[in-house]
Structures are given as C-alpha cells and as structure tokens.
C-alpha cells in the first residue's frame, strides 16, 4: 500500500474509534482523500509535501471539473481535518490548510414542504389498509409506508435511524423512542399519538402477514442489512407523493426532516430544543433553519409592536 494510502487509513481509523464515525461519513471521507491524493500524486507529490498553493490548486481543479461551491467546501473540510491530523500526530511539522479560506457559498435554504402537503401524504399513504379485498403484501407495505410517514414526521429521524429502528421500538404504546445517532450518541425522540397508532397498525399487519417473527427489525426486508433500504423508502416516498400530487422533486425521507424542525420552529419550538430532536451535535447545524425564525420574528414585532403596522 503506498504510503500516502497508509496515512489515509490511519485518519479513518481514528475516525471511527475515537470519534465513532459512521460508516457512510468514513466512506464519504474516502471518496474525498482518494481523490485528493490522486491530484496530488500525479503532480509527484503527497499528503507530507503538499503546501497551501498545492491545496489551493487543487481547488481550482474541482472548480474546472464543474464541483458545485457546496461540493468543494465539503472536499476541503475532508482535507484539513486529514492535515491536522497529520500535524498532531507528528507525521509533519506544518498544517498547510490552517489558513485556506472555504470558496464563497450562498445561504442556501432546506427544501421543505407545507404542512398541507405533509398530510396529503399521511392521507393518501393510508389509504386502503384496512381493505380486506386487497392482497395481504399489499396492505402491509401500505402499513409500512404510512408508520415510515408518521414516525418520520413525528420525530425527524434521519433516514438511516428510521430504517434501522429495532423490533422492539414503541411497544405498548410507549410515547418515547431511544435513537442512537451519529458517533453513537443517545437521545430520547416523543411520538405523536398518529405515530404510535401507526406502529400498532403496522405491527398487526405484520403478525397478520405473517412476519412478525422475521428478524431484529421493525421494518424487515430482503436486503444486505436485513432491514428496509434507505434507498427502497425513498423510491416508495416518491411514488406516494405523485399519488398525492406533489412533484418529485420536492420530496425526499431528508425534506420531511426538514419540515419536522421547519414546522416546529414556526411554531414556536425553542431552537436548542429542535437541535436536541434532531440529533444535532453543535447548535450550529441546526441555525440553517433561523430562516424560520426570522420570519416569525419579524411577524411578532409587526403584529404585536404598538407602531408594528404605521407605515414609514
């Protein structure tokens, strides 16, 4: 293995146990170093001999190779935690990314969706299973759509939390749930009443089906994981909104997570309170959504404030 490979693997590996990265986030930073290196190589050079103009360099070539503002900044990130982590293990006596300055990026807004819409969903998800006439597989996937809906909506879990939920997730309508999130932190995420109706509905259509037995996993399926797929419930999420009128493109398992903070925020929801439901480590991920509160604000000073609606 070359030796700039070699460095890589050992950034990953601390990655994972010291700071208890998920699989995908390892497999992303690969992606990111990999490429990197490779820029790198081809200039005859490495992680120990590259210097700020290099990195800036490389920058430059992500622009020429069409990466988005986005794309570029998430690159960067991957590569200066990788040369600080080099620095502090010693490995060299510099860190040239400490001064590089991340390429301009517009606010951009999280794609959500109007409360109206979430229920279109919920309704027609819903619809047929408690029609004997349909097939049993048919109504226990309607079953399983609709409990993804509402525990999604209730709780704002990332996909990759929802699909793994275990068996044994709000038994005897339990109102709380207990997620293990990213880098294995633990938090406690209420269920809405509509949620936990749901979980029953699902749970007897299993034994109905069947299939109450078949694994570890609330959502059982015939895949690698033994559970449902990330990507199977994004391509049924995408057939119930053309079922209920609403454009693909507006819709995905991360959108209703982003109505989830969305809706509570407009609301009324204190911001540290949603961070804590989201699962977010630093305060500061969850400020996308200050957009929500700025809004409201503006509207409590208009409509509350003694001269709120004069005219200037």
Same mark, same amino acid.
């Given at each position: ?16 146990? =010291? ?16 490429? +990197?290196?490779?820029?790198? /190589? ?15 360099? +490389? ?27 080099? +620095? ?6 510099? #860190? ?41 597989? =048919? ?12 525990? &999604? ?7 990759? =939390? ?26 406690? !995420?209420? &269920?809405?009443?509509? *949620?936990?109706?749901?979980? /029953?509905?699902?749970?007897? *259509? ?7 037995? *078949? ?53 009324? *929801? #204190?911001?540290? !309170? !949603?961070?804590?439901? &989201? ?21 409590? !000073? ?11």
């Amino acid at each position: 293995m070359a030796p700039a490979a070699r460095l890589a693997n050992l950034f990953l590996d601390m990655l994972a146990s =010291e700071r208890g990265a998920a699989q995908n986030t390892l497999q992303a930073y690969r992606r990111d170093l990999d490429d +990197y290196i490779a820029f790198l /190589a081809a200039r005859k050079s490495g992680p120990l001999q590259a210097d700020t103009d290099a990195i800036r360099s +490389y920058l430059a070539d992500l622009e020429t190779r069409g990466f988005k503002a986005t794309s570029a900044a998430r690159r960067l990130s991957s590569i200066r935690q990788f040369h600080k982590f080099l +620095y502090v293990e010693n490995r060299r006596g510099d #860190d040239p990314a400490l001064v590089i300055e991340g390429p301009k990026q517009g606010r951009r807004l999280p794609k959500t969706l109007e409360v109206k819409d979430v229920l279109k969903l919920l309704a027609v998800s819903a619809e047929g299973i408690d029609d004997t006439r349909r097939p049993a597989g =048919e109504r226990l996937r309607a079953a399983r759509m609709h409990c993804l809906l509402e525990i &999604l909506y209730a709780t704002g879990l990332r996909v990759s =939390e929802l699909v793994s939920l275990p068996l044994g997730a709000a038994t005897s309508g339990e109102q709380m749930l207990v997620i293990k999130g990213k880098g294995g932190r633990e938090r406690l !995420v209420p &269920l809405s009443p509509p *949620a936990i109706a749901a979980i /029953a509905r699902f749970r007897n *259509a299993l034994t109905d089906f069947g299939a109450a037995s *078949a694994g570890p996993w609330l959502f059982p399926a015939d895949s690698q994981s033994g559970h449902l797929t990330r990507q199977a419930f994004a391509r049924d999420l995408k057939f119930v909104a053309a079922m209920a009128g609403i454009e693909s493109r507006l819709i995905s398992p991360h959108i209703l997570r982003h109505a989830f903070a969305s809706h509570l925020l407009q609301n009324g *929801a #204190d911001l540290r !309170v !949603v961070q804590e439901l &989201l699962g977010h480590a630093d305060v500061a991920t969850t400020q996308i959504y200050t957009h929500v509160l700025d809004e409201r604000v503006r509207a409590m !000073v208009r409509d509350l404030h003694p001269l709120g609606d004069e005219q200037v």
